[in-house]
Structures are given as C-alpha cells and as structure tokens.
C-alpha cells in the first residue's frame, strides 16, 4: 500500500481540464511544500512535470498546475491532448525515515 | 545534456546478489544526492534507496540490511548493491538524481529490470 493515495484513474475529453488529487499525512504533503508529480508513458521512465507544489520545469506546458491544501495535493491538466494520456504519480518529501514516498499512480485517459 | 545509464540488470534466482551501475554523464556524482527507485511490473513506484553527497545513506525497510547504495567518483558512476533476492525484489530499477534542495527527483534514466525467480 503507497504511502500517498491518488485515484486509480481519471478521464476526460481533449480539450477539458481533469484534476488528480494526491492525499498524505501531516508527515509529509501536509507539512512540507514539496510535493511533485511525475508522468509516465507505458515502457518509459518518468520525468518531472511540477515540483515543489506548483513549479513547473523548463518545457513542461503550462496547460499542468499544482496546488495544494491541507494533507492534499492535486495536479490540473487544462486543455487535454491526446499525448497527455499516461500514469501519473506524486511524490513528497517525508519527514519519516524513508525520506521519500509515492502515490500508487493515477492512469490518465483521454477518450 | 545530462544522462544517467543503468546497466547490471537480469535474471537471478532467490537468495542471490546482483549489482546495478548507473553511470552518469551532465554532473558530478560525488556532488549530488542520488537515489534509486523500482517499480515492480504493472505496479507503482517505490522509493529504494538515497545516497548524499557527505556519504550518508538511507533505505526503504524493504530492503534495509540487504541492498547498499555506493558511488565511484572516478568513473561518476552509482551502484546498488543486491544480497539476498527476493521474488518481491522484481522490479525496473531507476537511478536518478535527488535534487536536495527542491526535494525533488529530476533526472531519472531509463531502467534496468530485475527479475527474481527459481
């Protein structure tokens, strides 16, 4: 069981916007700012998307935004396209000895 | 460009060891903190191990007292070292880079698979 709790799937239409929500504990999404979301395509590695809540790294489309609110964090996707189809997961920093923990990923599809 | 290779995955039955290298070009290893994450097929993430640039180490309970992460700086290249394999153990191991100021896992390279089985 991930340490962090995201919904098993999402879906929306090209276009729309879709939100996945990432639910920690006061140990770390809810103490810290430093949360990140990661997407992964199938057979690929992950890269960055948002760090640190709600920064986004050099060439990571404005269309994703972070925020976050209490013990939850969420990532927006407006204006979905067909390649944003993929697994997303966050990432927090702990305050536990394991220093790092996962969601359990979300699959995002476009229809 | 940065670039971080891992090599050193394969098959291997129970109770045995294996070594992962991940050799990293774009950055200094010695200067970094850098961790190794898996994702065991069809399944999420799991955080493994970090190694700071002052030598500290930290490790999922999963694998404490089984798996040692090292560095060689001559060659900038990260290891993970693998006692004690279990079938759970089978996984695609990630190195990346943990940027310790942002708390965040930014560079990460391809992965290499492990597979555990008799």
């Known amino acids: 069981q991930s340490a962090l709790t995201q919904p098993a799937s999402v879906s929306g239409s090209p276009g729309q916007s879709i939100t996945i929500s990432c639910t920690g504990t006061?140990?770390?999404?809810?103490?810290?700012?430093?949360v990140s979301w990661y997407q992964q395509h199938p057979g690929k590695a992950p890269t960055l998307m948002i760090f640190?809540?709600?920064i986004r790294p050099s060439g990571v489309p404005a269309r994703f935004s972070g925020s976050k609110s209490g013990n939850t964090a969420s990532l927006t996707i407006s204006g979905l396209q067909a390649e944003d189809e993929a697994y997303y997961y966050c990432g927090s920093y702990t305050s536990i000895t394991t220093l790092w923990v996962f969601g359990g990923g979300t699959k995002l599809t476009v229809l | 460009e940065v670039q971080l290779v891992e090599s050193g995955g394969g098959f291997i039955q129970p109770g045995g060891s294996l070594r992962l290298s991940c050799a990293v070009s774009?950055?200094?290893?010695?200067?970094?903190?850098m961790s190794w994450v898996r994702q065991a097929p069809g399944e999420g993430l799991e955080w493994v191990s970090v190694?700071?640039?002052?030598?500290?180490?930290f490790y999922a309970d999963s694998v404490k007292g089984r798996f040692t992460i090292s560095r060689d700086n001559s060659k900038n290249t990260l290891y993970l070292q693998m006692n004690s394999l279990r079938a759970e153990d089978t996984a695609v191991y990630y190195c990346?880079?943990?940027?310790?100021?942002?708390?965040?896992?930014?560079?990460w390279g391809q992965g290499t698979l492990v597979t555990v089985s008799s």
């Open positions: 006061s140990s770390d999404v809810g103490s810290f700012d430093y």
């Open positions: 774009g950055f200094t290893v010695s200067s970094n903190y």
């Open positions: 640190e809540v709600n």
């Open positions: 190694l700071y640039s002052g030598g500290t180490t």
């Open positions: 990346t880079n943990y940027n310790y100021g942002d708390k965040v896992l930014d560079y």
